[in-house]
C-alpha cells in the first residue's frame, strides 16, 4: 500500500482547484451572506467513527458553514448520529447551534460547492491529501462512506486499488491500516425520494457502525 504524504486536514484558504475558487467567488457575490469558502470538517478531534460525505451543498453547508447543515441531506444524517449516540441534538441548524458531536466527526472528498454537485475527478484528486490528513489524524475505527465518490476518494487517499474494494451499500471493508470503511448509499433528498436509500435502510448501516465500535 502506497500513501500520500501527510498534508494539513483542512485549508480554508485553498484555491488548488481554479474551477471551483472561481465558482465559489460566483456564489460569494451572489450570496454574500453565504459561507463560500472551502467547508471545514466538523466533530470530535479525535472521533472513533468518521463520516465522508461527496461535498458541500448550495444551500447547505456552502451556505453555513458546516458539512450536511441547512439542506435536506443532513435532516436523517443528524436524526441517525443523534439516535445512535454520536450527537447532543438530533438537528443541525446553524454552524453557532451548540450541536456537538460525540466520537464522530463528518468531512466531504470535496471540500468546495462544485458546480451542478459534480466535481470533476482532479478536483477530487486534489482535495484527496486533506482526507488522508484526516484518516492519518483522527485514527477513527470506522469510516462511513455515504456514496461511491465518498467511497473511492477514502480509497485513493489510502493508496488501495478501487477494483479490489468495491462500493455496495451495506457493504463492510476491512482495510490494510486497521480501518473498517462501511458504505451507505448518499442519503440526498433524491436517493431517498425514490427509495434507493431508505431510513430503515440508512439505521442498518449506523447500527453496523455502533456494533463495529462497542464490540470491536
Not at 467567488?25 to 463520516?51: H, K, M, N, T, W
Not at 446553524?94 to 466527526?105: N, P, V
Request: glycine share 6%.
Amino acid at each position: 500500500m502506497t500513501s500520500l504524504p501527510i498534508q494539513p486536514e483542512f485549508d480554508i484558504d485553498c484555491r488548488d482547484c481554479p474551477r471551483l475558487s472561481d465558482f465559489l467567488d460566483q456564489v460569494g457575490e451572489q450570496y454574500p451572506d453565504y459561507f463560500a469558502r472551502p467547508v471545514p470538517p466538523f466533530g470530535s478531534a479525535q472521533p472513533r467513527l468518521l463520516i465522508v460525505g461527496l461535498a458541500p451543498g448550495m444551500h447547505g453547508a456552502n451556505r453555513t458553514g458546516r458539512p450536511f447543515t441547512g439542506d435536506h441531506a443532513g435532516v436523517p444524517l443528524y436524526e441517525m448520529l443523534h439516535e445512535f449516540g454520536f450527537a447532543t441534538a438530533a438537528a443541525s441548524e446553524a454552524s453557532d447551534d451548540g450541536l456537538e458531536l460525540i466520537d464522530a466527526r463528518i468531512t466531504n472528498a470535496v471540500k468546495c460547492l462544485p458546480p451542478q454537485n459534480k466535481p470533476t475527478g482532479v478536483e477530487i484528486r486534489n482535495c484527496n491529501r486533506y482526507l488522508l490528513a484526516e484518516l492519518n489524524a483522527t485514527g477513527a475505527a470506522v469510516v462511513m462512506a455515504l456514496g461511491r465518490i465518498a467511497h473511492e476518494a477514502t480509497l485513493r487517499a489510502l493508496g488501495l486499488r478501487l477494483k479490489d474494494w468495491p462500493f455496495a451499500h451495506a457493504a463492510q471493508h476491512e482495510l490494510p491500516n486497521g480501518q473498517v470503511l462501511v458504505d451507505s448509499y448518499h442519503c440526498s433528498r433524491y436517493n431517498l425520494n425514490t427509495r434507493r436509500l431508505t431510513l430503515p435502510m440508512f439505521r442498518d448501516v449506523f447500527q453496523r457502525c455502533r456494533d463495529l465500535l462497542d464490540n470491536p
